[in-house]
Protein backbone atom coordinates (compact mmCIF):
# COMPACT_ATOMS: atom_id res chain seq x y z
CA UNK A 1 0.00 0.00 0.00
CA UNK A 2 1.12 3.12 -0.80
CA UNK A 3 1.43 5.21 2.25
CA UNK A 4 1.90 9.29 1.68
CA UNK A 5 -1.38 10.73 1.60
CA UNK A 6 -3.23 8.34 3.50
CA UNK A 7 -4.88 10.32 6.03
CA UNK A 8 -6.28 12.64 3.60
CA UNK A 9 -8.21 9.43 1.92
CA UNK A 10 -8.65 7.66 5.11
CA UNK A 11 -11.04 10.68 6.29
CA UNK A 12 -13.24 10.96 3.79
CA UNK A 13 -13.79 7.02 4.04
CA UNK A 14 -12.04 5.69 1.55
CA UNK A 15 -11.32 1.89 2.05
CA UNK A 16 -8.05 1.26 2.70
CA UNK A 17 -7.72 -2.35 1.36
CA UNK A 18 -4.47 -2.28 -1.23
CA UNK A 19 -6.62 -2.62 -4.60
CA UNK A 20 -9.33 -0.09 -3.94
CA UNK A 21 -6.58 2.53 -1.67
CA UNK A 22 -4.54 2.00 -4.92
CA UNK A 23 -6.87 3.09 -7.11
CA UNK A 24 -8.14 6.16 -5.31
CA UNK A 25 -4.63 7.53 -4.67
CA UNK A 26 -4.48 7.29 -8.06
CA UNK A 27 -7.12 9.26 -9.22
CA UNK A 28 -5.96 11.63 -6.72
CA UNK A 29 -2.95 11.90 -8.37
CA UNK A 30 -3.78 12.41 -11.50
CA UNK A 31 -6.30 14.97 -11.28
CA UNK A 32 -3.82 17.04 -9.15
CA UNK A 33 -1.20 16.88 -12.56
CA UNK A 34 -4.14 17.84 -14.59
CA UNK A 35 -5.07 20.86 -12.15
CA UNK A 36 -1.32 22.28 -11.69
CA UNK A 37 -0.15 22.01 -15.42
CA UNK A 38 0.18 25.71 -15.25
CA UNK A 39 2.42 25.27 -12.85
CA UNK A 40 4.67 22.61 -14.16
CA UNK A 41 5.36 24.80 -17.06
CA UNK A 42 6.25 28.01 -14.96
CA UNK A 43 8.88 26.05 -13.55
CA UNK A 44 10.27 25.09 -16.91
CA UNK A 45 8.99 21.17 -17.58
CA UNK A 46 7.45 21.89 -20.79
CA UNK A 47 8.54 18.23 -21.55
CA UNK A 48 5.13 16.81 -19.64
CA UNK A 49 3.39 14.24 -21.68
CA UNK A 50 -0.37 12.96 -20.39
CA UNK A 51 1.30 9.68 -20.90
CA UNK A 52 0.29 7.53 -17.93
CA UNK A 53 3.24 6.11 -16.43
CA UNK A 54 5.67 9.69 -17.09
CA UNK A 55 2.30 11.56 -15.23
CA UNK A 56 2.55 9.18 -12.42
CA UNK A 57 6.19 9.82 -12.17
CA UNK A 58 5.66 13.53 -12.50
CA UNK A 59 3.56 13.63 -9.74
CA UNK A 60 5.35 11.71 -7.26
CA UNK A 61 9.06 13.67 -8.39
CA UNK A 62 6.97 16.79 -7.21
CA UNK A 63 5.85 15.98 -3.97
CA UNK A 64 5.35 19.80 -2.70
CA UNK A 65 3.24 20.25 -5.46
CA UNK A 66 1.11 18.02 -4.84
CA UNK A 67 0.65 18.82 -0.93
CA UNK A 68 -0.36 22.26 -2.43
CA UNK A 69 -2.68 20.91 -5.09
CA UNK A 70 -4.52 19.08 -2.51
CA UNK A 71 -5.33 22.11 -0.48
CA UNK A 72 -6.42 24.02 -3.61
CA UNK A 73 -8.54 21.89 -4.61
CA UNK A 74 -10.22 21.65 -1.25
CA UNK A 75 -11.30 25.34 -1.86
CA UNK A 76 -11.70 25.00 -5.54
CA UNK A 77 -14.81 23.24 -7.14
CA UNK A 78 -14.46 19.71 -8.15
CA UNK A 79 -12.62 18.63 -10.26
CA UNK A 80 -14.63 16.48 -13.28
CA UNK A 81 -12.81 13.68 -12.41
CA UNK A 82 -14.84 13.31 -8.98
CA UNK A 83 -17.60 11.94 -11.36
CA UNK A 84 -17.80 7.78 -11.83
CA UNK A 85 -16.08 5.96 -13.10
CA UNK A 86 -12.32 6.37 -12.44
CA UNK A 87 -10.80 3.23 -13.38
CA UNK A 88 -11.50 0.47 -16.32
CA UNK A 89 -11.00 -2.82 -16.92
CA UNK A 90 -11.88 -4.88 -19.81
CA UNK A 91 -12.99 -8.29 -19.01
CA UNK A 92 -12.68 -12.06 -20.04
CA UNK A 93 -14.43 -14.72 -18.26
CA UNK A 94 -14.88 -18.77 -18.57
CA UNK A 95 -17.30 -21.03 -17.14
CA UNK A 96 -16.05 -24.56 -16.01
CA UNK A 97 -17.77 -27.45 -15.86
CA UNK A 98 -17.42 -30.48 -13.64
CA UNK A 99 -17.73 -34.22 -15.03
CA UNK A 100 -21.07 -34.15 -13.82
CA UNK A 101 -21.98 -31.15 -15.77
CA UNK A 102 -22.49 -28.76 -13.16
CA UNK A 103 -20.62 -25.54 -13.20
CA UNK A 104 -17.68 -25.84 -10.71
CA UNK A 105 -15.72 -22.67 -11.26
CA UNK A 106 -15.39 -18.88 -13.02
CA UNK A 107 -12.49 -17.96 -14.95
CA UNK A 108 -12.38 -14.19 -14.69
CA UNK A 109 -9.21 -11.94 -16.70
CA UNK A 110 -9.20 -8.53 -16.33
CA UNK A 111 -7.30 -6.23 -18.58
CA UNK A 112 -6.33 -3.21 -16.74
CA UNK A 113 -6.51 0.46 -18.58
CA UNK A 114 -3.05 2.47 -19.16
CA UNK A 115 -3.40 4.49 -16.67
CA UNK A 116 -3.79 2.14 -13.77
CA UNK A 117 -1.41 -0.30 -15.45
CA UNK A 118 1.07 2.06 -15.20
CA UNK A 119 0.55 3.17 -11.69
CA UNK A 120 0.92 -0.80 -10.56
CA UNK A 121 3.70 -1.13 -12.15
CA UNK A 122 6.03 1.16 -10.71
CA UNK A 123 7.59 -1.25 -8.66
CA UNK A 124 7.57 -3.93 -10.67
CA UNK A 125 10.93 -4.78 -12.72
CA UNK A 126 10.19 -4.26 -16.37
CA UNK A 127 12.66 -6.74 -17.48
CA UNK A 128 11.43 -9.90 -18.03
CA UNK A 129 12.67 -12.55 -15.80
CA UNK A 130 12.70 -14.30 -12.18
CA UNK A 131 12.40 -10.50 -10.17
CA UNK A 132 9.64 -9.88 -12.60
CA UNK A 133 7.82 -12.33 -12.03
CA UNK A 134 8.64 -12.27 -8.48
CA UNK A 135 7.04 -8.72 -8.11
CA UNK A 136 3.80 -9.97 -10.36
CA UNK A 137 3.33 -12.33 -8.42
CA UNK A 138 3.17 -10.70 -5.05
CA UNK A 139 0.89 -7.57 -6.73
CA UNK A 140 -1.75 -10.29 -7.43
CA UNK A 141 -1.89 -11.86 -4.58
CA UNK A 142 -2.41 -8.61 -2.58
CA UNK A 143 -5.15 -7.57 -4.80
CA UNK A 144 -7.14 -10.84 -4.66
CA UNK A 145 -6.60 -10.64 -0.52
CA UNK A 146 -8.28 -6.79 -1.35
CA UNK A 147 -10.89 -8.16 -3.06
CA UNK A 148 -12.00 -10.77 -0.93
CA UNK A 149 -14.51 -9.17 0.88
CA UNK A 150 -15.96 -7.55 -1.77
CA UNK A 151 -16.41 -11.19 -3.13
CA UNK A 152 -14.13 -10.65 -5.93
CA UNK A 153 -16.48 -8.52 -8.00
CA UNK A 154 -18.25 -11.71 -8.91
CA UNK A 155 -21.95 -11.34 -8.27
CA UNK A 156 -23.49 -15.43 -9.32
CA UNK A 157 -27.03 -16.13 -8.97
CA UNK A 158 -29.05 -19.59 -8.97
CA UNK A 159 -32.86 -19.01 -9.62
CA UNK A 160 -32.06 -15.29 -8.08
CA UNK A 161 -30.23 -16.16 -4.98
CA UNK A 162 -26.85 -15.10 -4.74
CA UNK A 163 -24.68 -18.12 -4.37
CA UNK A 164 -21.37 -18.38 -2.31
CA UNK A 165 -18.09 -18.97 -3.50
CA UNK A 166 -14.39 -20.24 -1.88
CA UNK A 167 -11.72 -18.13 -1.99
CA UNK A 168 -9.85 -17.11 -5.34
CA UNK A 169 -7.29 -19.19 -6.82
CA UNK A 170 -4.03 -19.57 -9.26
CA UNK A 171 -4.41 -16.00 -9.07
CA UNK A 172 -1.44 -14.40 -11.30
CA UNK A 173 -0.72 -10.70 -13.15
CA UNK A 174 1.13 -10.54 -17.14
CA UNK A 175 2.75 -7.45 -17.97
CA UNK A 176 2.70 -6.74 -22.11
CA UNK A 177 4.28 -3.78 -22.32
CA UNK A 178 1.16 -1.76 -22.14
CA UNK A 179 -1.36 -2.87 -20.16
CA UNK A 180 -1.47 -5.27 -16.98
CA UNK A 181 -3.86 -8.52 -16.97
CA UNK A 182 -4.86 -10.09 -13.50
CA UNK A 183 -6.12 -13.14 -13.90
CA UNK A 184 -7.66 -15.56 -11.05
CA UNK A 185 -10.14 -18.88 -10.81
CA UNK A 186 -13.00 -18.65 -8.27
CA UNK A 187 -14.53 -22.10 -7.43
CA UNK A 188 -18.40 -22.27 -6.25
CA UNK A 189 -18.72 -23.69 -2.47
CA UNK A 190 -21.50 -25.98 -4.57
CA UNK A 191 -21.22 -26.88 -8.23
CA UNK A 192 -24.47 -25.66 -9.75
CA UNK A 193 -26.71 -27.50 -12.66
CA UNK A 194 -27.34 -24.95 -15.26
CA UNK A 195 -29.73 -27.12 -16.91
CA UNK A 196 -32.25 -27.50 -13.60
CA UNK A 197 -31.96 -23.79 -12.71
CA UNK A 198 -31.48 -20.33 -14.07
CA UNK A 199 -27.71 -19.39 -13.83
CA UNK A 200 -26.76 -16.33 -14.46
CA UNK A 201 -23.58 -13.61 -13.14
CA UNK A 202 -22.04 -10.17 -13.49
CA UNK A 203 -18.78 -9.19 -12.79
CA UNK A 204 -18.77 -5.13 -11.62
CA UNK A 205 -17.84 -3.04 -8.09
CA UNK A 206 -20.70 -1.57 -6.41
CA UNK A 207 -19.60 1.63 -5.90
CA UNK A 208 -19.01 1.69 -9.86
CA UNK A 209 -15.71 3.21 -8.96
CA UNK A 210 -14.42 1.21 -11.62
CA UNK A 211 -15.84 0.31 -14.56
CA UNK A 212 -16.18 -3.47 -15.54
CA UNK A 213 -17.18 -4.34 -19.06
CA UNK A 214 -16.39 -7.55 -21.46
CA UNK A 215 -13.99 -6.95 -24.19
CA UNK A 216 -15.85 -6.15 -27.43
CA UNK A 217 -16.19 -9.93 -29.67
CA UNK A 218 -14.80 -11.83 -26.86
CA UNK A 219 -17.90 -14.06 -25.49
CA UNK A 220 -17.97 -16.05 -22.18
CA UNK A 221 -16.14 -19.27 -22.79
CA UNK A 222 -17.39 -22.44 -21.34
CA UNK A 223 -14.76 -25.28 -20.42
CA UNK A 224 -15.70 -29.07 -20.44
CA UNK A 225 -19.28 -28.24 -21.46
CA UNK A 226 -19.35 -30.66 -24.54
CA UNK A 227 -22.78 -32.63 -24.08
CA UNK A 228 -24.13 -30.45 -21.93
CA UNK A 229 -26.05 -28.42 -24.95
CA UNK A 230 -25.42 -24.91 -22.96
CA UNK A 231 -24.46 -21.47 -24.03
CA UNK A 232 -23.70 -18.41 -22.85
CA UNK A 233 -25.24 -15.00 -23.84
CA UNK A 234 -24.34 -11.49 -22.20
CA UNK A 235 -27.04 -9.05 -21.84
CA UNK A 236 -26.64 -5.34 -21.66
CA UNK A 237 -27.50 -3.19 -18.83
CA UNK A 238 -30.66 -0.95 -19.45
CA UNK A 239 -29.48 2.15 -18.31
CA UNK A 240 -31.91 5.43 -17.46
CA UNK A 241 -31.43 8.56 -17.69
CA UNK A 242 -31.26 8.73 -13.97
CA UNK A 243 -28.61 6.53 -13.05
CA UNK A 244 -26.55 7.68 -15.94
CA UNK A 245 -26.94 11.07 -14.47
CA UNK A 246 -25.82 10.19 -10.84
CA UNK A 247 -22.99 8.55 -12.32
CA UNK A 248 -21.61 12.19 -13.13
CA UNK A 249 -22.05 13.63 -10.42
CA UNK A 250 -21.49 11.13 -7.87
CA UNK A 251 -18.75 12.11 -5.28
CA UNK A 252 -19.45 16.00 -5.83
CA UNK A 253 -23.13 16.44 -5.46
CA UNK A 254 -24.54 15.78 -2.33
CA UNK A 255 -27.86 15.52 -3.74
CA UNK A 256 -27.03 13.01 -6.11
CA UNK A 257 -25.32 11.20 -3.21
CA UNK A 258 -28.35 10.84 -0.74
CA UNK A 259 -30.92 9.91 -4.12
CA UNK A 260 -28.85 7.18 -4.68
CA UNK A 261 -29.20 6.35 -1.26
CA UNK A 262 -33.02 6.28 -1.37
CA UNK A 263 -32.86 4.37 -4.50
CA UNK A 264 -31.16 1.66 -3.03
CA UNK A 265 -32.37 1.75 0.63
CA UNK A 266 -35.75 -0.12 -0.26
CA UNK A 267 -33.16 -3.01 -1.48
CA UNK A 268 -30.19 -4.19 0.42
CA UNK A 269 -29.53 -6.69 -2.33
CA UNK A 270 -28.92 -3.67 -4.95
CA UNK A 271 -25.67 -1.75 -5.59
CA UNK A 272 -25.19 0.96 -7.90
CA UNK A 273 -22.55 -0.13 -9.89
CA UNK A 274 -25.15 -3.28 -10.68
CA UNK A 275 -27.15 -0.93 -12.66
CA UNK A 276 -24.21 -0.39 -15.20
CA UNK A 277 -23.03 -4.08 -15.22
CA UNK A 278 -23.54 -6.29 -18.30
CA UNK A 279 -24.83 -9.95 -17.30
CA UNK A 280 -24.38 -13.37 -18.61
CA UNK A 281 -27.27 -15.47 -18.41
CA UNK A 282 -26.37 -19.34 -18.92
CA UNK A 283 -28.96 -21.38 -21.12
CA UNK A 284 -28.93 -24.85 -22.25
CA UNK A 285 -31.33 -26.85 -24.33
Known sequence: M??????????RGIPRGK?????????????????MRPAF?????????????RMVGLCM???????????????????????????????????????????????????????????????VPRTKGPKQDAALATLARGNLESLAEYGYFVDLRVDGARVPTLPAKDGRNVWDGRRLTM??????KEPVDPRTARVEFAVYDPSYYIEILYLKGDPVGLV???????????????????????????????????????LFSSDPGKSFGALFAETTIVECR
Open 41 to 53: RSLGLRTVTWHPR
Open 2 to 11: HRRGAPWLET
Open 19 to 35: FCYNITFLCVRSTIAFA
Open 224 to 262: NSAGTGCAARVVQPDLNAEATNLAGTLGRDETATATLGK
Open 61 to 123: RLKWLIVLGLALLQLAAPPPAAAHPHVWIDLRSKLVFDGAGRIAALRIDWLFDEFYSAYAMET
Open 183 to 188: SFTLPL
